[in-house]
């Protein structure tokens, strides 16, 4: 059976897009998050996204299948809050072990189809590990910069729990995304190897920055060569950026990494920039055209979209990615 490693060297692979953007599409109201089993939660229920794994598991197994349709070689499950401590905000923290194997498996099944119709095209599910809604490493009051309101142990006991879940359903490697504090990362790396080393297995990690905005940082202050030295130590499988940025903007900070690491280069951009309404107006064919240069100056391995991408956009992304070769190693291994 092919793996990861093998296909990141034949080609460029393709990542998904939004979760969220296709979900909106649903328009799905209370009722429809609760469903039958949650229907008498005594908390609102309405945009945690990552139960409808639960509830609407059609829904998110048809948008699996949209996005391996466009062209996308790897999808990620729909556990981007998967975490006991994004979860407090739901009242959810006990389920956090069911939400994540039960979004493993649902997109683990939908994978499983099409490489059994496509062979030649193996697909991989990357079991999304988001940033939760705390951070290590700066403090949430003004008037007490000392102040956390996470510690790395907690971020650890919880991420610990995400990565084993993820991995009994079934997934083929990990993706630590939209990191704005790299001390959270780094919690869920140490909780990452903590599993590998317990279990005996070895699992591929992707880690995905996000540069907060033009200043070239990321939230906790670092530039794009600061983040990827600080990670260095752990071995990857990529290391890139998403979300906050279009693929124009995201440009500068990929070349910045790619002439200094080994590891593969991933990046899955917004459409664009949000208008006055939150909402992305960058087209696919735009989005493309500009993902292009990344390809033509050899900066990728894996490519995908983040806020307000569709399959459309993941299919002239696909389209594109497969005229050109994988970036190569920059320094000896």
């Known amino acids: 059976m092919s793996n990861i490693h093998t296909e990141i060297k034949k080609r460029i692979l393709v990542l998904d897009g939004a979760m969220g953007t296709m979900l ?8 429809d998050f609760r469903g039958e089993r949650f229907k008498d939660y005594p908390s609102p229920l309405q945009g945690n996204n990552d139960l409808l794994s639960l509830t609407q598991p059609e829904a998110i197994k048809t948008i699996h299948a949209k996005y391996f349709e466009a062209g996308a070689d790897i999808i990620e499950t729909n556990t981007f809050s998967g975490t006991t401590i994004a979860m407090a905000d739901y009242n959810m923290q006990d389920l956090v072990y069911e939400l994540n194997y039960q979004s493993a498996k649902i997109a683990k099944e939908v994978a499983e189809e099409f490489t059994a119709k496509e062979p030649h095209k193996p697909r991989f599910v990357a079991g999304s590990i988001g940033p939760t809604n705390r951070t290590a490493s700066m403090s949430p009051d003004v008037n007490d910069p ?6 790395f142990n907690e971020l650890r006991i919880a991420y610990k729990q995400q990565t ?4 009994d359903g079934g997934v083929d490697l990990l993706l630590v995304e ?5 001390l959270n990362a780094k919690a869920a790396l140490f909780a990452i190897e903590e599993v590998k080393d317990e279990r005996g297995i070895e699992i591929p990690i992707m880690l995905s920055g996000t540069i907060t905005d033009a200043s070239g940082r990321t ?3 670092q530039t794009a060569e600061a983040f990827l030295i600080s990670v260095s130590h752990i071995p990857l499988l990529t290391v890139g950026f998403n979300c906050a940025l279009g693929a124009n903007l995201l440009q500068p900070h990929l070349e910045a990494i790619a002439s200094k690491t080994n590891f593969g280069i991933s990046a899955h951009p917004n459409a664009g920039l949000p208008n006055a309404f939150g909402e992305y107006d960058e087209t696919p064919e735009e989005m493309g055209e ?5 390809l033509k100056k050899d900066l990728i391995n894996i490519i995908g979209g983040c806020c307000g991408t569709s ?3 993941i299919n002239v992304i696909a389209n594109i990615a497969a005229k050109y070769k994988p970036r190569k190693s920059v320094i000896p291994a």
């Open 290 to 294: 500009q993902i292009e240069e990344y």
């Open 178 to 182: 939209t990191v704005f504090d790299t």
């Open 146 to 151: 000392g102040y956390r309101a996470v510690t």
């Open 311 to 313: 399959p459309a956009h």
């Open 24 to 31: 909106q599409e649903y328009k799905f109201s209370e009722g």
């Open 164 to 167: 084993e879940a993820l991995i």
């Open 219 to 221: 939230l906790s202050g």
